[in-house]
C-alpha cells in the first residue's frame, strides 16, 4: 500500500519562501511520476508541477513558473517542492500524488484523475 506524506507548510509573508516535502512508502519510488496540486478555499484543485521517475520531464503552471522548483530524490523516496516569492494568491492547501507508472505516455500529468495516491496536504498560508 503506497503511503505519501506531506511536510513543510505553514505561514509565511509574501515575497518568503517555503520548501514542501512528501515522502512515498510502500513501494518501489522510481515506479512513480510525481506530481502538486493545490486547492485554496472555495476552489477546484488545480495542477501545481509535474516531475518525471527519473526528472527527465519536469512541468509547471503558468502561475508558479520562475518562483517555484520541483525535485525528487528516488534514494530518500522523496520529492521537494521549494516555493520562492510566494504570493497571497499560493494560499492554498498542497497535496503530492503519485501516478504508478504502466507505459510510457505522460500526456495526463495535469490531471487529478491520472495519479493513482495522493497525500493528506499540507496547508500553505501566505500574508500580505
Known amino acids: 500500500q503506497v503511503q505519501l506524506v506531506e511536510s513543510g507548510g505553514g505561514l509565511v509573508q509574501a515575497g518568503g519562501s517555503l520548501r514542501l516535502s512528501c515522502v512515498l512508502s510502500g513501494r518501489n519510488f522510481r515506479s512513480y511520476n510525481m506530481g502538486w496540486f493545490r486547492q485554496a478555499p472555495g476552489k477546484a484543485r488545480e495542477f501545481v508541477s509535474y516531475i518525471g521517475w527519473n526528472s527527465g520531464r519536469i512541468v509547471y503552471a503558468d502561475s508558479v513558473k520562475g518562483r517555484f522548483t520541483i525535485s525528487r530524490d528516488n534514494a530518500k523516496s522523496t520529492v521537494l517542492l521549494q516555493m520562492n516569492k510566494l504570493r497571497p494568491e499560493d494560499t492554498a492547501a498542497y497535496y503530492c500524488?503519485?501516478?504508478?507508472?504502466?507505459?510510457?505516455?505522460?500526456?495526463?500529468?495535469?490531471?487529478?484523475?491520472?495519479?493513482?495516491?495522493w497525500g493528506q496536504g499540507t496547508q500553505v498560508t501566505v500574508s500580505s
Open positions: 500524488a503519485a501516478h504508478q507508472i504502466l507505459t510510457y505516455d505522460t500526456t495526463d500529468y495535469y490531471r487529478e484523475g491520472w495519479y493513482n495516491y
